[in-house]
């Protein structure tokens, strides 16, 4: 009975994992068709007496669900967006250019996630349930401001109506409870808040995690360079002509290259001069790097003092100034750093590498800078804050006094002001969140309008002024644009790093991301196809994938800092957002823990931020990271121990064929001390390996070896003992003690069991 | 069994699903660009056979420099010509769909690339390899020189015992460490 359930259960798995094996289709239908026979007979065998009618159904059920999952897998797969637009991209200009657009596809599915969480959570109930526009003076335009408030200049630098509307932290009411349903708002919007991250923290770890297992973490990349190249640099997406000869040629180039390449590592250049010009090209870069960090502060200063001035003043240029000028940093330099890259006369790859490395500090540090400048900004605020809380109060007052005196009572009915009148505090929060609003919509202009000239206007010229033009346009000087996959991916990085920075103080912020997204996508999957032409010379920069995550994942760490220090030493404005009138904007939580959960859990807080407990918290998680990278040394250690005595074992296998000795050195002396060259095993009999390929019958003639598969790991010494052990064909006992060394290289290099406790031992470490 | 007419049964389908790692969207895709490839006579008998030429016409392997071997590989013909059934062309599309494994992968190339059917990858086969890589063009060929140089380099890395072929479980581990293979070595209807 227990033989035939597990017989059943075999044949399940086989049906479970025929697809995995490389037969014909013929010979896995008949095996499908046997399998399944075989299963349904005998299942229904299984189940016979009581629970018979029981055990049917369990098999239906399970029959049904399986179909069920597959459907469903069917579904997801058709729901996927844009499937049709990306295989056109891909067969048109190969699979690196596509990955551009798998990435942006991706990047739009993350902000979806995000746009749910704050729009679900944050906007919605504010609308819902909270305060309508105009009825407290946070959510009021103020009187002075009101003529000008449905401007069109006001509404894109985001003041006016805009301002004072869901988009901005300052609108949100700090009721501690709304509507019916009690929401709590501003503890919702500080979750959401810090939610945001950590979704996308794990999202893109997990993300990082999944492309480690499947492609290998490009750690061995000079080891196979030239078999990559052979074996897997076809791509078989390409189903266009045109681009099909390109990648031709582009093989045939980097083949040349290569092998030009390794010639040249011989080659012994002028040291000293080289190491003069990169240092001297690091120095130059560093400068414009730091050129470009004051200039920006510069401008960001010169903004504040604007802001202080009638707006009427100011030209568009001087409002503008500081959008227009990181744009700009962001157009200029990349060409810029390229151009001195010259020379440092490095490996493409290698170059390539440096270059991303470069405009990532370029980011980084006008973003950083920015921020900077930025606080210096927050914090006049809040002292001007100060001022004007003194000020209204002094107000309060002298209307009290004066109430008083004229009615000669002390009971005061409050003031009954007009919001739109009421002393505004400046919302420090609010001039942020518009801040970063600014700059994703400059972006977003910015990225546009370089497709719409650099590559549109100039595939336009080259194709119609080609027609009398001196020289051959396409083929010559501007020619049709490639497509920049580095420099948009990076953009996308950097976009994304915005929206996360300025999430949390405009709301609105991430609808506008995926409208931006939306949007891309079709203007760039047009742009491509109508303009682009495929890559002259393609070098994957392997392992690119990982690489670009994780880029990600350092700029989301690096949004993630401003925004938690600011909720944890600034103090709110007093009179914007869900926070005002708290010390620190995480005192709700606080609050909450106090007032609405049972007292343990407080407790449990109390205990839990305890440094006392911290400490090795953290003590124990860098232990956790130093073994774990001490294992992993430890495996590759053994991977590298594995492939030298494979081998070994192939080494021996060939000698004892050819001429029956041994060019082992250490097998070389073992033989001397030991007598009647036992060593030496007699000629083994090939027997047929467990597995056998389909390998073409015309192969049995060049001998028998071709059909040999090397199993890398031991045969298996729990396998049913099939032949007993018979006469010692190894070695006699007296040498079993050395004889680890090549002893394992013959174990390995037969197939079939061999029942003892030999194998598994030699394959300790 | 085999297709009849121009509908799938229900029940091939399914079974078709078990054994392939296609969706069902996908199989039907492929059941209609293979009748399509068939002449009106043709399209009532079952189980017919495709001959080479015309499996050629596909877009998707015109341009593929391995389009012929492709077809040699999947066939099942007795005759060795390169034509497929329908079953054949569904073994073609499951093993370089999406979720086909690296091993079901690296196998399928193995067996592409020995263009001597001998079960290794000697110079002859390699030598093949790149000439279908670099074009049919003279100008864009290697020459002599460079071919020996690139053979032997390639043999270094990855003949790993040494006896001048490359063997499926040598070219098994190049390939499993490369990050690029699983991602190119696709084709989608």
């Known amino acids: ?29 008949t095996l499908l068709k046997e399998a399944q026979d075989f299963v349904e007979k005998f299942e229904g065998a299984l189940g016979k007496g009581k629970g018979r ?66 729009f679900g959570l944050v906007v919605v109930p504010e609308v819902l349930m909270g305060l309508p526009y105009g009825s407290i003076p946070r959510k009021t335009v103020p009187r002075e401001e009101q003529a000008t408030a449905m401007d069109y200049s006001t509404l894109t630098d985001f003041e006016g109506y805009f301002k004072y509307s869901i988009l901005f932290y300052g609108y949100y009411n700090n009721e501690r409870q709304i509507g019916l349903l009690k929401f709590r ?32 973490d490009g750690g061995d990349e000079g080891d196979f360079t030239f078999s990559w190249k052979m074996f897997t640099s076809w791509d078989y997406l390409i189903g266009n002509p045109e681009t099909a000869d390109n990648k031709y040629a582009s093989i045939t180039t980097s083949f040349k290259e290569s092998i030009v390449d390794e010639q040249m590592n011989q080659k012994d250049e002028n040291i000293h001069l080289r190491r003069f010009l990169r240092v001297l090209a690091n120095v130059l870069i560093l400068c414009s790097l730091g050129g470009s960090g004051y200039l920006i502060y510069y401008v960001v200063k010169r903004s504040q003092v604007f802001a202080n001035m009638n707006k009427d003043d100011l030209t568009w240029m001087e409002k503008n100034e500081v959008e227009f000028v990181m744009s700009l940093l962001g157009l200029v330099c990349p060409p810029l750093f390229e151009a001195i890259a010259e020379l440092e006369d490095y490996h493409p790859r290698i170059a390539l590498k440096w270059q991303l490395g470069r405009i990532f500090a370029l980011f980084l540090g006008n973003l950083y800078t920015f921020l900077f400048a930025l606080f210096d900004e927050v914090n006049a605020k809040l002292e001007s804050e100060k001022d004007i809380k003194n000020a209204t109060i002094l107000a309060l007052n002298e209307y009290a006094a004066n109430y008083s ?65 001196c020289w051959d346009l396409e083929a010559g000087f501007p020619s049709y644009g490639e497509f920049d996959i580095s420099g948009n991916v990076l953009g996308l990085i950097f976009n994304q790093g915005m929206i996360w920075m300025g999430a949390f103080y405009a709301p609105g912020l991430v609808g506008l991301n995926i409208l931006r997204l939306l949007s891309s996508m079709y203007y760039q999957t047009w742009a491509v196809m109508c303009t682009n032409v495929p890559h002259e010379r393609v070098f994957k920069a392997s392992g690119s994938n990982n690489f670009y995550m994780g880029l990600l994942l350092l700029v989301l760490f690096l949004s993630l800092l401003p925004v938690v220090y600011t909720i944890m030493t600034l103090s709110p404005s007093f009179d914007c957002g869900p926070f005002s009138g708290q010390e620190k904007m995480y005192d709700v ?117 071709l059909q040999r598969d090397v199993s ?46 030999g194998p598994p031992r030699q394959y300790e470490y | 069994m085999g297709t009849t007419a121009s509908q799938l049964g229900k029940d091939l389908l399914s079974e078709y699903q078990e054994l392939t790692f296609l969706t069902k969207q996908e199989i039907l895709l ?19 056979r495709v001959p080479a030429e015309r499996i050629l016409t596909l877009p998707e392997l015109k341009s593929n420099p391995f389009r012929k071997r492709i077809c040699h590989v999947f066939s099942t013909s007795e005759q060795k010509d390169g034509s497929l059934t329908f079953e054949d062309f569904l073994d073609l599309l499951s093993a370089f769909s999406d979720s086909a494994t690296l091993e ?81 070595f696709k084709i989608v209807l």
């Open chain 1, 1 to 29: 009975m227990a033989a035939l359930k597990e017989e059943v259960e075999e044949k399940k798995k086989l049906i479970a994992t025929l697809r995995n094996k490389p037969w014909r289709m013929k010979r896995r239908l």
């Open chain 2, 104 to 184: 079901i992968k690296s196998h399928y190339a193995f067996r592409i690339f020995d263009f001597d059917d001998d079960g290794t990858l000697d110079c002859g086969d390699l030598e093949k390899l790149v000439n279908c890589l670099t074009g049919e063009t003279d100008e864009t060929r290697l020459t002599t020189e460079e071919m020996r140089q690139l053979i032997n380099n390639i043999l270094e890395e990855s003949d790993i015992d040494k006896d001048g072929t490359v063997n499926l479980s040598e070219f098994q581990h190049v390939i499993s460490r490369s990050p690029d293979f699983v991602s190119s």
């Open chain 1, 589 to 705: 939580v606080m609050e909450t823990i106090d007032q609405d959960l049972p007292a343990f859990i407080g407790n449990i807080f109390v205990y839990a931020t305890n440094p006392g407990l911290i400490m090795p918290a953290v003590l124990l998680m860098v232990l956790a990271l130093y073994y774990l990278n001490a294992v992993s040394k430890g495996y590759q250690q053994a991977n590298i121990d594995l492939k030298k005595k494979m081998q070994m074992a192939r080494e021996e296998e060939k000698n004892r064929r050819n001429n029956k000795d041994s060019t082992n050195q250490v097998m070389k002396d073992l033989e001397d001390l030991l007598p009647n060259k036992s060593l030496i095993p007699p000629p083994a009999e090939e027997e047929p390996p467990p597995r056998s390929p389909k390998v073409k019958p015309g192969a049995a003639g060049k001998g028998v070896h």
């Open chain 1, 185 to 216: 708002l501003p503890l919702s919007y500080l979750l959401v808040g810090v939610g945001i991250f950590g979704y996308s923290l794990m999202v893109v770890i997990r993300t990082m995690a999944r492309n480690a297992n499947e492609g290998g």
């Open chain 1, 712 to 757: 890398l790991a031991a045969p298996n010494p729990r396998d049913p003992v099939t032949r007993d052990p018979g006469p010692r064909r190894g070695p006699p006992e007296n040498a079993r003690g050395p004889q680890p060394g090549p002893g394992r290289g013959r174990g390995g290099g037969r197939g079939g069991g061999r029942g003892r406790g």
């Open chain 1, 405 to 469: 005196s004229y009615y000669n009572t002390t009971n005061v009915p409050p003031q009954n002001v007009h919001p739109a009148d009421v002393i505004r505090g400046p919302c420090w929060e609010t001039a942020v969140g518009k801040e970063f609003v600014k700059l994703t919509v400059s972006d977003i202009q910015v990225t546009y309008l370089t497709i719409l000239v650099g590559d549109f206007l100039r595939a336009v010229i080259v194709r119609f002024l080609n027609y009398c033009w």
């Open chain 1, 53 to 118: 009618k029981l055990f049917a159904f369990k098999v239906m059920m399970a029959k049904k669900l399986i179909k069920l999952k597959r459907d469903f897998e069917n579904f997801k797969t058709a729901c996927i967006p844009w499937e049709g637009k990306i295989k056109d991209v891909e067969s048109h200009f190969g699979s690196s250019v596509a990955s551009y657009f798998i990435f942006l596809r991706w990047m739009y599915g993350l902000n979806m996630v995000l746009l749910g969480l704050m």
């Open chain 2, 30 to 48: 492929a059941h209609k660009r293979f009748t399509e490839l068939l002449t009106k006579d043709e399209k009532d008998l079952p189980n017919t």
